[in-house]
C-alpha cells in the first residue's frame, strides 16, 4: 500500500527534525564567575583534585573518570584510574591525550599556569572552589549537571543537608573554646576564614584562633597557655592522645583540654577536603565536642 504523498512529507519532515535534533546544552557558572557550556553531558572527565574526584564518585559519576592526580586516592576505586600527575604539575600532554570533554579543577592546589594551558588549547575546564559547606552542596549539583548526574547529586545534597542540619541542632550553652592544630611543629592553628573553622563552629563549638590574624596563625607555646582552650583538636598522626601531647609540651599540663582529656585526633583527608566526607567530619567533631555534655 502507498501512502499519499502529503503523509510521506510529513514523515520525511519529522525525521528530518529528530536526526538533526540535539541535546540540551548545559551551561554552569563556575567559582571563577566563567559560563562553562557543554552540548552534552560529559562523559571523559579528568579531576585536578581529590576532592573533586570524591564528589564525582559521590553522585555517581566515577565512572565518567578518564583521569585523576596522585593525591587521589578516596574512594578506593579512584586508584584503578589512570593518572595524569600531581596537582601542581599535571601532565597537560597526558591529559590531551585523553581527549576529555571536560577537566574540573580547584582554585586551590591547582595552578593558574596550567589552566591558561588548557583553555588556551580549547580544553572545557570548569573551575570548582567551594569553600563553606553551602558551597560544597552548590558544587555537587553543579557536577550532577555537568556529568548528567542531576538526580543523584539532588539526593547525596539532600541527605548531607539534613545531616548538617542534624548536627548543628546538638547545640550547646556552654560551646567548648577549641583550638584546631594542623601542625604542631611549628604549632599552626585553623583561623576564622577557614573551612575547618566553620566544620568547628557548626559543630557546637568556639574556634579560639577565629580572630587571630592570617587564615592558619601561628601559636607560641605561651600563647596556647595564654587562651586555655578546653578542647584540643589534631589532624592526621601529629600525634594521638595527651601523653604524647604532653612530651612535646610539657607545661601544657595545666590546660583545660589536658587535664579533662579533650584532646582529639581526626583525619586530615576528611576534614580538609572540600567534598562529601565534609558531613562524616561534622559529625565526627559533633560527637566529639559534645562527649560527656548533656
Known amino acids: 500500500m502507498r501512502l499519499p504523498v ?21 551551561t554552569v557558572i563556575d567559582d571563577l564567575g566563567r559560563t562553562v557550556s557543554l552540548p552534552a553531558p560529559a562523559r ?43 596537582m601542581t604539575n599535571p601532565s597537560i600532554e597526558t591529559i590531551l591525550s585523553l581527549h576529555p570533554d571536560l577537566v574540573v579543577v580547584s582554585m586551590e592546589g ?82 576564622g576564614k577557614t573551612f575547618l573553622h566553620e ?9 579560639v584562633a577565629a580572630s587571630a590574624p592570617g587564615t592558619y596563625p601561628a601559636y607560641s607555646r605561651e600563647a596556647v597557655l595564654a587562651e586555655n582552650p578546653d578542647a584540643i583538636i589534631l589532624t592526621g598522626d601529629l600525634t594521638t592522645d595527651v601523653a604524647g601531647l604532653i612530651a612535646m609540651f610539657p607545661e601544657w599540663g595545666t590546660l583545660a583540654a589536658v587535664r579533662s582529656g579533650r584532646v582529639y585526633s581526626i583525619d586530615p583527608d576528611i576534614v580538609s577536603r572540600p567534598g562529601p566526607r565534609a558531613v562524616d567530619a561534622l559529625e565526627i567533631l559533633s560527637s566529639l565536642l559534645h562527649q560527656g555534655q548533656r
Open 6 to 26: 502529503h503523509v510521506v512529507f510529513c514523515f520525511a519532515a519529522l525525521l528530518s527534525i529528530v536526526s538533526t535534533e540535539s541535546p540540551a546544552q548545559i
Open 44 to 86: 571523559r572527565v579528568v579531576s585536578l583534585a581529590p576532592s573533586i574526584t570524591e564528589s564525582l564518585f559521590a553522585i555517581g559519576a566515577g565512572d565518567c573518570l578518564v583521569g585523576v592526580t596522585t593525591f587521589c586516592d578516596y574512594p578506593p576505586a579512584a586508584s584503578a584510574v589512570p593518572h595524569i600527575g600531581g
Open 110 to 191: 591547582n595552578t593558574r599556569e596550567d589552566f591558561t594551558k588548557m583553555t588556551g588549547l580549547g580544553v572545557p575546564v570548569f573551575v570548582t572552589n567551594p569553600r563553606t559547606l553551602a558551597g560544597i552542596l552548590r558544587s555537587l549539583d553543579q557536577l550532577g549537571d555537568l556529568t548528567g548526574h542531576r538526580d543523584h547529586a539532588a539526593r547525596l545534597v539532600d541527605s548531607m543537608s539534613a545531616r548538617a542540619a542534624r548536627a548543628r541542632s546538638r547545640s550547646s550553652d556552654k560551646p567548648l573554646r577549641t583550638l584546631l592544630f594542623v601542625s604542631l611543629r611549628p604549632l599552626i592553628a585553623a583561623g
Open 199 to 207: 566544620l568547628l563552629e557548626t559543630a557546637g563549638a568556639r574556634n
